[in-house]
């Protein structure tokens, strides 16, 4: 049967096909993962990521009221948990918001939403480890009072968000090796790469609860008037520099999104993905906050922007030794390794399930039959994260994979209501959302709309540029060669 373009645009594909599709074309994954590793992939992908670097570009916005930054992302991650935790267990398969979206809303629409969460994953993958230069090179000069050369470590291409600058004779090595480390892991199989990131996670979460106790120690309540952020030079006075601010942050919140992308590698999907979903939010919230209260307890607002290894300074401020910032620094570079790994492992089964439904080349969906990853693609996605973490600046990078974020969470949320209707209430799931399907899934849409509305200009043009490039491949190329295409 021949379907007009607009039946094209709109087919989906049921959580049944999504299942079986899972075992074929291409080789399967393996189901591996049980709950506590599943979680742990949500919170090494999350913790860690906006506290160690996104403090200095949040906190010159909004100022001590930062705090409400973090609470504003995590109650709309919250929200959008929720919705996520109800669709995994009714599209238990790879790919995430991705998957969700072809389940409910349409190939179209689908594709779409992987152009996001490609920018979100790629682009989170080579921010964190640009960061990574900064807590290496702070732990090899208190360790071994020696620095990487300025030149190793930082990047060809800096922009300010409105000029682009050119440093030929730069290169920021650090964050290559660390791609090339989480490569290797990965290409070892889905279960190896999960248990060295559990285990780097609980270092990582130990680190961040001794970074508190020691900078509580230097709270002084002063630094917390004003509270808001008072310099209204950039527009980001009061709540403006708030919502700003929580712009910024929100893309560490990219955790929840990790543990849906690995559906097809759980056991039990169906009651493991939701639990992990939530105890990760949950984890990732208590830290954030209290991380974030004992930063601005201990340091003045104003001497955050600009600042490198900022968590790692504060201990040595607070104290007047560098053992402090040493334990700190060897931490951070642990915790950013695994969050680095984990986007990364996000990535490259986001592409494996767009390829498996034939919307991108085959070659992402190979698996390898020995160690069950899919090793081609694992190679091209750190090729790309390693070149974009070695050449261009983070300063840029954040805000975008926040709006890659909040697109994706949007899109979730929106399919929560449709999948309910489609599926009928006899349909097999585990968790529902609480309140029926419009309430919160509505509360998470206008939420994640609040924090876009207060994104830099720059993020919205570079954001159009991506999605004018993505909507020119889907009909120049995987219209044609979709899997529903040859069987309609």
């Known amino acids: 049967m021949n379907l007009t373009l607009g039946q094209k645009l709109f087919r989906t594909k049921s959580a049944e096909r999504a299942h079986e599709d899972s075992h074929a074309h291409g080789g399967s994954l393996n189901r591996t993962l049980g709950l506590f590793p599943l979680t742990m992939i949500g919170v090494g992908a999350t913790v860690g990521t906006g506290i160690f670097f996104t403090m200095v570009e949040a906190v010159p916005k909004a100022g001590p009221a930062v705090i409400l930054s973090f609470l504003i992302a995590a109650l709309t991650a919250g929200l959008t948990a929720l919705c996520y935790a109800e669709l995994a267990g009714r599209v238990p398969a790879s790919g995430s918001s991705y998957s969700f979206a072809y389940a409910t809303v349409g190939e179209f629409a689908a594709f779409i939403v992987a ?47 409105s000029n682009l600058t050119v440093h030929s004779g730069n290169f920021n090595l650090p964050p290559v090796l660390l791609v090339i480390m989480c490569c290797i892991l990965l290409v070892r199989g889905t279960k190896e790469s999960a248990t060295t990131n559990a285990v780097m996670v609980v270092i990582k979460l130990a680190i961040l609860a001794f970074f508190a106790a020691i900078a509580f120690t230097g709270f002084d309540a002063n630094n917390f008037t004003p509270f808001f ?28 999104d990790t543990i849906a992308t690995a559906g097809e590698e759980v056991k039990d999907p169906r009651r493991n993905v939701p639990i992990g979903i939530l105890a990760a939010l949950i984890i990732v919230t208590l830290f954030y906050l209290l991380v974030a209260m004992a930063a601005m307890g201990a340091q003045p607002a104003h001497l955050f922007e600009g600042q490198q290894a900022g968590l790692s300074v504060i201990l040595q401020n607070v104290t007047g030794q560098a053992w402090p910032a040493l334990v ?7 915790s950013v390794f695994s969050v680095t790994l984990v986007t990364i492992y996000g990535q490259t089964r986001i592409l494996y399930a767009i390829s498996r439904d034939g919307l991108i080349p085959k070659t992402f969906q190979k698996v390898n039959p020995r160690t069950g990853a899919p090793v081609s693609n694992t190679l091209i996605v750190c090729l790309v994260v390693g070149l974009v973490a070695g050449l261009v600046d983070a300063t ?33 799931h585990g968790f529902k959302v609480p309140f029926g399907p419009y309430v919160i899934p509505g509360l998470s849409v206008l939420a994640c709309l609040y924090i876009m509305k207060d994104l830099p200009a720059a993020t919205y043009r570079v954001f159009i540029i991506w999605m004018v490039a993505a909507v020119a491949t889907y009909f120049l190329y995987s219209v044609r060669h979709s899997r529903l295409n040859r069987k309609a």
């Not at 700190?328 to 642990?334: R, T």
């Open 396 to 428: 840029f990078l954040w805000d975008m994979v926040s709006m890659g974020t909040l697109t994706a969470f949007i899109v979730v949320s929106i399919a929560v209501p449709v999948i309910r209707a489609k599926q009928g209430p006899g349909a097999e």
């Open 328 to 334: 700190l620094s060897a931490g951070a570079v642990i």
């Open 115 to 161: 152009a996001c969460l490609l920018l979100e994953y790629g682009l989170a993958g080579s921010a964190v480890a640009i960061g990574w230069s900064d807590y290496l090179n702070n732990f090899l000069q208190n360790a071994f009072g020696w620095e990487i050369p300025a030149s190793l470590r930082s990047p060809m291409f800096v922009s300010d968000h």
């Open 229 to 256: 952020n008072t310099d209204d030079s950039k527009g980001f006075a009061g709540m403006a520099g708030v919502t700003a601010a929580a712009g910024t942050v929100f893309f560490s919140f990219i955790g929840l």
